[in-house]
T-cell receptor
Framework: DTEVTQTPKHLVMGMTNKKSLKCEQH?????MYWYKQKAKKPPELMFVYSYEKLSINESVPSRFSPECPNSSLLNLHLHALQPEDSALYLC?????????????FGPGTRLTVT | QQQVKQSPQSLIVQKGGISIINCAYE??????FPWYQQFPGKGPALLIA?????SEKKEGRFTISFNKSAKQFSLHIMDSQPGDSATYFCAASKGGATNKLIFGTGTLLAVQP
């Protein structure tokens, strides 16, 4: 089973709202990732967690706050977003953080900021 | 040096034909090259991947050809089907403990019946 699940599928939020995206995997993977994908563009890496610790932050604005409560769960907390943050947010996981470990993506959360 | 250049941007192929998508890179530290398939509204799905010590890898109708000296790799889809119509991304990652994928810009493939 190579399934990564994400909730919600769609989210509409105002610029003053606080919301959270959730990601879950039960493959025993120890690395989890958040990506942002704009229409007709490739995914862009935002954060990497390895063994539940934040290992990479790609200079993401602080209005995005990741959290890894345990090895199976990854959250992305959103606060005071801008309309340009509207995108597909993808979660991925891999067995480890070493190059070559296959990354499996979830279906994404389509976020619209109004 | 961190870029992966992908071509063509879009591709139309007749059913049963061969689809070919090309990627090129500069950074010789890249040591893992996956291809992803993405349908509209879905997350990317890993199709096939290759390491630089192998010149070709085949899985079903999908083949990666890898040319280390030219720093190029390509995806061949044999007997293309309408169900293959999707966006394809090549990617690369650098050796070591940072499994950061550098994606190409994507190719929108349309297979006509």
């Amino acid at each position: 089973d190579t399934e990564v699940t994400q909730t919600p599928k769609h989210l509409v939020m105002g610029m003053t709202n606080k919301k959270s995206l959730k990601c879950e995997q039960h493959m025993g993977h120890r690395a989890m990732y958040w990506y942002k994908q704009k229409a007709k563009k490739p995914p862009e890496l935002m954060f990497v967690y390895s063994y539940e610790k934040l290992s990479i932050n790609e200079s993401v604005p602080s209005r995005f706050s990741p959290e890894c409560p345990n090895s199976s769960l990854l959250n992305l907390h959103l606060h005071a977003l801008q309309p340009e943050d509207s995108a597909l947010y993808l979660c991925a996981s891999s067995q480890g953080q070493w190059s070559g470990y296959e990354q499996y993506f979830g279906p994404g959360t389509r976020l619209t900021v109004t | 040096q961190q870029q992966v250049k992908q071509s063509p941007q879009s591709l139309i192929v007749q059913k049963g034909g061969i689809s070919i998508i090309n990627c090129a890179y500069e950074n010789t530290a890249f040591d893992y090259f996956p291809w992803y398939q993405q349908f509209p509204g879905k997350g990317p799905a890993l199709l096939i991947a290759i390491r630089p010590d192998v010149s070709e890898k085949k899985e079903g109708r999908f083949t990666i050809s890898f040319n280390k000296s030219a720093k190029q790799f390509s995806l061949h889809i044999m007997d293309s089907q309408p169900g293959d119509s999707a966006t394809y991304f090549c990617a690369a990652s650098k050796g070591g403990a940072t499994n950061k994928l550098i994606f190409g810009t994507g190719t929108l493939l349309a297979v006509q019946p």
